[in-house]
């Protein structure tokens, strides 16, 4: 039972992967090759493995398959992965055996590796782009070698060469997203638009039984976008009048500091939520899933600004496997992984000509505009920047959690 | 003789009486003391994010401590003394009749029986138990639209969740077992005789279990209350699962300024506020322990005289017969009593078991449908097949050597009570070696790793705690002096230390030692097949767990005369072989017990372990509070599930083991609980 529902997975997806491409194409027979290089051997063999019926061998797309082997400890937020990618899949195709760990914040990760100070033991890290810079000073991270994952070349360059790392030389884009809310319908009964709307809903007939974001850039962010103040702010006044108000006002009302409330938002734990759009897209899953009628839920990105924040793989200094962190971080970037990847987290993972992609790969992708945001909202959007104003607002979160206990 | 035997001993050179508690008082003294120092020093610091340990010594002040006694942060230490008081005597109100029904009320079957069920809960995961309180109570449960049909309750479900009250719930929950353990151990000792002359001699049944029952039963009282209250002011979490942002426990506060906060200053404060605030609570509470019966006493005349003015009056009046309550009734009423608090500690067990057949993708969430789906997902079935096959084959040919040999008559009775065992042995390291030790009977890497890492740092801490903890409990009792108080003193810290302490001590000690010579490269590189993350959940493990070995060890051996070591001494044995002969096999029950219950508290230890572990030694409890941050999946229910059914079946079979070897089952459940 177990052995079968073990090769299901793969072959299921090949199969789609070569129907699709079969649709899409139309001309037969051409084949589409994965290269599979013994990387880091001698001598440099590749394996092209023959895929008929599948003409995206000219699609413009890199499908560069490095194998490796040993295990391979990722560090990333709860839930980042497909199942299928970090446990059989990995096995099968990259030959290596993935074990994933969680953490909750930025500050957690860098905590845990500044504390065993490149003996972590980890080998993949994904931080958010702008707390990159800090982990290069600290030491935290090493240099990628972009030559051992040539797949680079399938990212839309919006979204390579950020301000935190301008030549990619130690973090590639992993999947970007924003922050919204999401509320009951049959318990929040004004039209909501606004972090302002939110914020008023939390403190009135939402409050008790709203749940925030647990890094303090969201939860103080949300403020600062409430009150057209630019979250990057640096002015004592306003980080002042925010501690004010979140701290002396607003924290009575909370029920949880949560950043992944979709679970417990389908157990009816809170009646409304901040949260990352991903994970408030699954939350529709869980609510039909726990019988609940997903349709009373309406989901809100957050205006008139939010945030854009981009996670990013990095490999941790000392790493003990860094080929295989090359080799994973390269396959989660041939366009049928990525994509699959996708489907699961629900966010973005910034293939070039992504539109096509999906057409083709996932046509029946559902609550896609939870996923892709239109060019009038991204305008909106804010990227974090790390200034002394950070330590400051991790202060008025750790007040904000003292102050809601009370 | 005696006298040339003397002379020769007086020459020889003598070891100082800490001799043998030598190798605890340097671990201790390397990994409590200097780390907890440390954590003081840190809290007169500054805070500053720029180091790579971000802390400034350089400018000591006092502001930390300022900080926490402003009003954010104090009411959170009072919420945490509030609920851990509150479910300590819970616990109390609960637990006694239930130990008091198993200790007077049952046969001797029966008391196994009762004393199973409590003890058999807390192996399963500390962690899956608190997570599956989010089952019944949440407010789109099947509780909840049940009570809802009912019309019990509000539209809006059971509103527990999130909240100080759910916290209340599962902490007593979860610490319960740790009440009525010791105060069975102690009311089980009681000679009944004392009970009898008390209603002998005219005593009711009331001033009978309170002026002879309950006093004699005071050590197991104050066992339990240290052994309940003192976890539970450190618990993490609980709160952490259950709380949200209301109920929040200073465990969890603490553990989040060394991680999100980055404060380590304000962090290091909490733990030396709360330590204290323990060690206060527990002045308070003996204080008021020794004054209330006192404060009574002063009443005693007034309460004599009303007794017999009332006696008096019955006499004059004949028996009121709707006041006595009959043996039967009362002996009913406990017995229903202990069966509701049994399905009380088995309700989360069942729930997990249940969801492990969850069809949905949440863990929390009943899809309606059962479904060994996740099963699936976990395990590779033609593997676990193979090994249960191999495993079948081997007991079989086991029974079958057994058979055939006993009626050849070739094998004598002992060597034949061992066979199976042997057999199940080879069984398990044969099949340990084609499975690459059981890695392959999983599908999903992760939580096999996990159970095994589990297991690898679980017995390792254990093998520590069982031979330095042993030494010094040897140590205290056949050398006490000076030392032995000072040395007391640091194992009765380490017991009244939270967990949450230690791990923030040794979380923060590590990256300080590790560019030693050689003791840094063993927790950086490891050692063998050891990598240096196990190396420390040794370390960080095994506190406890020595602390309650020394413990157990000291009391089997305060209880046994010395005569006996004399005796073999005076006979010319010299003190090694002493040991060997004579001390060792006496106190092999008390180290076999300590070693059991210091691998249960190391198998499910989540606190110390979530902040020293590192990539290649996530323990179970370490990958499930990770995942507990998002969405948990069915298959941890079903590593929950393994993990229960392979800890109980090396318990059972260590239980075999040792009551071959002569101890009865009894005595095992007492030195179980430390007494």
Redesign the interface.
Not at chain 2, 614 to 618: H, K, L
């Given at each position: 039972m177990a052995k079968q529902l073990r090769m299901l997975a793969p072959d299921d997806f090949r199969e789609k992967l070569s129907r699709r491409a079969f649709l899409k194409g139309g001309t037969a027979a051409a084949g589409f090759a994965i290269v599979l290089a013994a990387c880091g051997s001698s001598d440099d063999e590749a394996v092209t493995i023959e895929t008929t019926g599948s003409d995206m061998a000219d699609d413009g797309y890199s499908r560069v398959v490095n194998t490796a082997s040993g295990t391979l400890a990722m560090y990333t937020w709860g839930d980042y992965n497909d199942p299928d990618l970090v446990g059989a899949l990995a096995d099968s195709t990259l030959g290596v055996s993935m074990k994933v760990d969680y953490y909750a914040s930025n500050e957690d990760l860098i905590t845990k590796l500044a504390a065993s100070n490149g003996n972590s033991g980890f080998d993949i890290v994904v931080p958010t782009g702008p707390y990159v810079p800090q982990m290069i000073e600290k030491g935290l991270i090493q240099k990628l070698d972009l030559s051992l994952i040539p797949n680079f070349s399938n990212l839309d360059p919006a979204y390579t060469s950020q301000a935190w790392d301008p030549n990619n030389e130690y973090s590639v884009c992993k999947n970007w997203g924003s922050t919204g809310y999401f509320y009951d319908k049959t318990k929040i009964t004004r039209t909501m638009e606004t972090w302002q709307d939110f914020i008023d809903a939390c403190m009135n007939e939402g409050s008790g039984n709203c749940a925030m974001i647990d890094t303090a850039p969201n939860f103080c962010g949300m403020w600062f976008w409430a009150n057209g103040i630019n979250w990057n702010t640096q002015d004592e006044a306003d980080l002042d009048a925010c501690e004010k108000f979140l701290v002396e006002e607003f924290a009575q009302h909370i029920k949880a500091f949560d950043s992944y409330p979709s679970t417990k938002l389908a157990e009816g734990a809170y009646s409304l939520a901040m949260g990352w759009n991903g994970d408030l897209r699954q939350a529709y899953v869980r609510i039909a899933d726990a019988g609940g009628n997903p349709e009373d839920w309406v989901w809100v990105l957050g205006s008139p600004a939010t945030e854009l924040w981009m996670d990013t793989y990095c490999i941790a200094a000392g790493s003990p496997n860094a080929e295989a962190a090359h080799a994973w971080i390269n396959w989660d970037l041939v366009p049928e992984i990525s994509i699959k990847d996708l489907e699961y987290h629900g966010y973005n993972t910034g293939m070039k000509d992504m539109e096509s992609l999906i057409a083709n790969l996932a046509p029946d992708l559902e609550r896609g505009e939870m996923i892709f945001f239109t060019p009038e909202q991204v305008a909106t959007f804010q990227t974090q920047e790390i200034t002394p104003a950070l330590d400051r607002m991790v202060d008025i979160l750790n007040k904000a959690k003292a102050k809601a206990g009370a | 003789m005696t006298a040339t035997v003397a002379a020769t001993t007086r020459r020889r050179w003598r070891a100082p009486k800490y001799a043998l508690a030598l190798p605890s008082i340097i671990w201790y003294t390397v990994f409590f003391a200097a780390p907890i120092a440390f954590i003081v020093f840190y809290s007169f610091g500054t805070?500053d994010?720029s180091k790579?340990?971000?802390v400034d010594l350089t400018n000591l002040s006092t502001a930390s401590y300022k900080e926490v006694f402003d009003?954010?942060?104090f009411?959170?230490f009072r919420?945490t003394l509030r609920i851990s008081i509150t479910a300590t005597l819970l616990c109390l109100v609960i637990g006694l009749p239930v130990a008091y029904f198993a200790a007077f009320k049952v046969s001797e079957k029966w008391k196994a029986i009762v004393l199973a069920a409590v003890v058999v809960p807390s192996f399963t995961s500390f962690l899956i138990r608190t997570v599956a309180w989010?089952i019944p109570l949440?407010?789109?449960?099947t509780l909840?639209k049940f009570l809802k049909d009912l019309s019990l309750i509000g539209e809006?479900?059971i509103q527990i969740?999130?909240t100080s009250l759910a916290v209340q719930i599962a902490i007593v929950y979860n610490y319960l077992g740790f009440m009525i353990l010791p105060l069975f151990v102690a009311l089980d000792r009681i000679d009944s005789r004392m009970r009898e002359a008390s209603k002998d001699l005219g005593a009711g049944r009331v001033a009978t279990f309170f002026g002879v029952t309950l006093p004699l039963a005071g050590p197991g009282i104050i066992a339990g209350v240290l052994l309940t209250f003192i976890p539970m002011c450190g618990d993490y979490v609980t709160a952490t699962v259950l709380g949200?942002?209301?109920?929040?426990m200073i465990g969890a506060?603490i553990a989040?300024?060394?991680?999100?906060?980055?404060?380590w200053p304000?962090g290091s404060a909490m733990a030396v506020l709360m330590i204290a605030a323990v060690l206060l609570t527990l002045v308070v509470g003996t204080v008021i322990v020794w004054v209330i019966p006192r404060i009574v006493g002063l009443g005693e005349p007034l309460v004599q005289r009303w007794r017999r003015a009332m006696r008096a009056r019955q006499v004059q009046r004949g028996p009121r017969a709707g006041f006595v309550v009959g043996d039967s009734v009362l002996h009913r009423l406990l017995g229903v009593w202990t069966s509701l608090v049994l399905v009380f500690l088995f309700i989360p067990i069942g729930l997990v078991f249940l969801h492990s057949f969850n069809r949905?993708?949440?863990f929390?969430?009943?899809?309606?449908a059962v479904s060994?789906k996740w099963?699936?997902?976990?395990?590779?079935?033609?593997q676990?097949l193979n090994t249960a096959i191999r495993f079948a084959v081997f007991i079989g040919a086991g029974f079958l050597a057994k058979w055939m040999l006993s009626r050849r008559q070739m094998l004598g009775s002992r060597t034949s009570s061992w066979l199976i065992t042997s057999v199940v042995v080879l069984a398990f390291v044969i099949n340990g070696l084609v499975t690459s030790w059981y890695a392959k009977i999983f599908?999903?890497?992760?939580i096999g790793?996990a159970i095994r890492n589990s297991f690898m740092a679980a017995f390792g801490a254990t093998v520590i705690a069982v031979l330095i903890g042993g030494m010094s409990g040897v140590a205290l009792a056949r050398r006490p002096g000076r030392w032995a108080t000072v040395f007391m003193g640091l194992v009765f810290l380490i017991l009244v230390t939270p967990e949450i302490m230690d791990a923030i001590a040794l979380?923060?000690w590590?990256?300080r030692i590790?560019d030693l010579p050689i003791v840094g490269h063993i927790f950086?590189?490891g050692w063998g097949p050891f990598?240096?993350?196990i190396n420390k959940l040794w370390v960080g493990q095994s506190m406890y767990a020595s602390a309650v070995v020394t413990l157990i060890v000291r009391a089997r051996l305060a209880g046994l005369d010395e005569s006996l070591e004399q005796a073999a001494a005076d006979l010319g044995a010299p003190p090694g072989r002493a040991f060997r002969q004579i001390t060792l096999p006496l106190i092999a029950s008390a180290m076999i017990a300590g070693g059991l219950l210091s691998f249960a508290l190391c198998l499910d230890n989540a606190v110390i372990s979530t902040l020293i572990s590192?990539?290649?030694?996530?323990t179970f409890p370490?990958?499930l509070l990770?995942?507990t941050?998002?969405?948990?999946?069915p298959f941890w229910g079903v590593g929950a599930v393994s993990l229960f059914v392979v800890t109980m079946t090396s318990l059972w079979f260590l239980v075999v083991i040792l009551r071959r070897s002569g101890d009865s089952a009894s005595n095992i459940a007492a030195t179980l609980t430390g007494s």
């Open positions: - | 805070k994010t790579l340990l971000p009003e954010t942060f009411t959170t919420a989010r949440a407010p789109n449960g909840s809006n479900g969740l999130e949200g942002a209301k109920g929040n506060m989040s300024q060394f991680s999100g906060a980055q404060n304000l949905g993708g949440s929390t969430i009943w899809s309606n060994i099963w699936g997902e976990l395990f590779d079935g033609a676990v599908d999903y890497a992760g790793d979380a923060t590590f990256p590790q950086t590189n990598n240096g993350g590192e990539a290649g030694s996530t370490v990958a990770g995942a941050r998002s969405t948990i999946k």
